[in-house]
Nanobody, 124 residues
Framework: QVMLVESGGGLVQAGGFLRLSCAAA????????MGWFRQAPGKEREFVSS????????AYADSVKGRFTISRDNAKNTVYLQMNSLLPEDTAVYYC?????????????????WGQGTQVTVSS
């Protein structure tokens, strides 16, 4: 059983930045690929970014490419999401997730473990 705890959300103006963190416990972190998803009010949860076990493979949703960067520190059991040039449409609850596979994945069904989420609000 893997427990995931997100942090770093908050309120920021458009054009600003935030760095989300997700700390994992209860499993061997380096055996999981990790992902970030988000869910805005009234919308489906959607893929944002993912990173493979070793950090060598990454994937991004088209809407965040060039603005967001995912990374991981296996020694600290933590995955990060650096979010730059934030837009009001980035407003959502952001969830961290873990998948028992090697490569990065954008499929929500690949992820067995989920955090509780952290709110990101971008004002215009």
């Amino acid at each position: 059983q893997v427990m995931l705890v997100e942090s770093g959300g908050g309120l920021v103006q458009a054009g600003g930045f935030l760095r989300l963190s997700c700390a994992a416990a209860g499993g061997i972190f380096s055996t999981y690929s990790m992902g970030w998803f988000r869910q805005a009010p009234g919308k489906e949860r959607e893929f944002v970014s993912s990173i493979g076990r070793g950090g060598g493979s990454t994937a991004y949703a088209d809407s965040v490419k060039g603005r967001f960067t995912i990374s991981r520190d296996n020694a600290k059991n933590t995955v990060y999401l650096q979010m730059n040039s934030l837009l009001p449409e980035d407003t959502a609850v952001y969830y961290c997730a873990a998948a028992n596979q090697y490569y990065a994945s954008g499929r929500r069904t690949d992820y067995a473990y989920w955090g509780q989420g952290t709110q990101v609000t971008v004002s215009s």
